[in-house]
């Protein structure tokens, strides 16, 4: 699956969250750990909370969507969309991006 759609979302706020909500939908990869995700995506569509696109990323990287990774990751994306170089670097670390 390619994640750059969701990764230019989380990290630039841009595309917008509505064509990366449909484009998730339209690519449904076949992980039994991305279906409650996708479900929820599905009802909620654009209003989708950034938080449950976070635990998915993370889900789609074969990680655990626990509590912890997810609040350490949203900060990671709050601060590389402040500018912040290493946390770019950081979130490519922890969703296994090259």
């Known amino acids: 699956m390619d994640f750059e759609l969701l990764d230019g979302y989380l990290l630039n706020g841009s595309p917008s969250k509505s064509e990366v909500v449909q484009k998730l939908l339209e690519t449904r990869p076949p992980a039994q750990a991305a279906a409650p995700f996708y479900e929820g995506l599905a009802r909620l569509g654009s209003r989708a909370p950034d938080l ?15 509590d912890d990774a997810v609040a350490r990751l949203r900060d990671v994306v709050a601060r590389a969309r402040a500018g912040d170089a290493a946390a770019r670097d950081e979130y490519r670390t922890v969703v296994g991006v090259a």
């Open 52 to 66: 449950a696109l976070i635990a998915l990323r993370l889900v789609l990287a074969g990680r655990k969507a626990e």
